[in-house]
């Protein structure tokens, strides 16, 4: 199998949230840390590819406390993008996908039969499961102003410092700092609507969310302040999205862009639970035109 073994770890408590599984922070932590891995194990890098456009995760079942986990890594050429990086995330003792990144890359075309030929040693068919699904594959583009968000409905749900453990080697921020600033912010963005936090505590649900797909704009380093604007996206039956937008604050520069999907979750009975017709009203009502 071309897929080569990146990542041997295990989900301690402490990463686990208030619904007691794995936080979305600690998946794109452990995605970011395989990516390394892979790097150094194939002479992958930006050099031969270009920077990495945008990482896409989707979330497939849920990782508890004290389970190991490993994460396969391959390249796909089959992908949504000319070049994917892509990670599977598995439960060790179940062999289960827990969740899959898709790392996206868009280097010279005239590069691409040499970039097959570098890498046929762990080139491998993408999977289905890794498919974008709730939210476009393609990078966020454009640079929206703070002043341009808030007018059209956008609210600031989270503010932040980048401190020294939050960043890589490389000297910037990485994916688990600009993801933990969105796991917070999400509980400001649903107060918008009918499902709060007490709402959510006497039903004993949880917010979950189910995709992910991070685009940086512009690093961030030690001692940045942020600021996030969250605004909704659209709403169905089970699942809405929203956009999350990350500003370094002192001169307002857009950082990062986070598309998610959405859902209620019954602690319980461990299932989604169907958005209510006056929820999806007001979802409606706040989305951003």
Known sequence: MPALETLLSFVNTWECDENDHLNVQFYFAKFEEADRQFRLLTGFSDAVAGPRRVRHVR????????????????????????????????????????????DGYTPNQSAAKQLRTRFKDVEDTMNAKANPRGVSPSPFVGKPTIDDLTSNG????????????????????????????????????????????????????????????????????????????????????????????????????????????????DLEKRSIVPIENDVREKILSLQAS
């Open 154 to 265: 956008s609210t600031v749900t989270c503010r932040g410092t980048v401190l020294s453990r939050d960043v890589t080697p490389e000297g910037k921020a990485d994916d688990g700092f600009a993801i933990g600033l969105i796991s917070d912010a999400v509980s400001h963005a649903w107060e918008r609507t009918p499902m709060k936090t007490s709402w959510l505590d006497e039903n004993y649900y949880g917010r979950i969310a189910m995709e992910q797909k991070l685009t940086w704009i512009s690093p961030l380093k030690t001692g940045d302040a942020v600021v996030v604007l969250s605004s909704f996206t659209g709403v169905q039956n089970n699942v809405f999205s929203l956009r999350h937008h990350i500003y370094e604050s002192r001169t307002n520069r857009l950082a990062a862009v986070c598309d998610m999907v959405a859902l209620t979750m």
């Open 59 to 102: 979330y497939h079942a849920e990782l508890r406390s004290a389970v190991p986990i490993k994460i396969r890594s391959y390249i796909a050429f089959d992908g949504p993008h000319m070049l994917s990086v892509v990670h599977e995330m598995i439960e060790t003792s179940t062999n289960e996908i827990s969740a899959t990144a898709i």
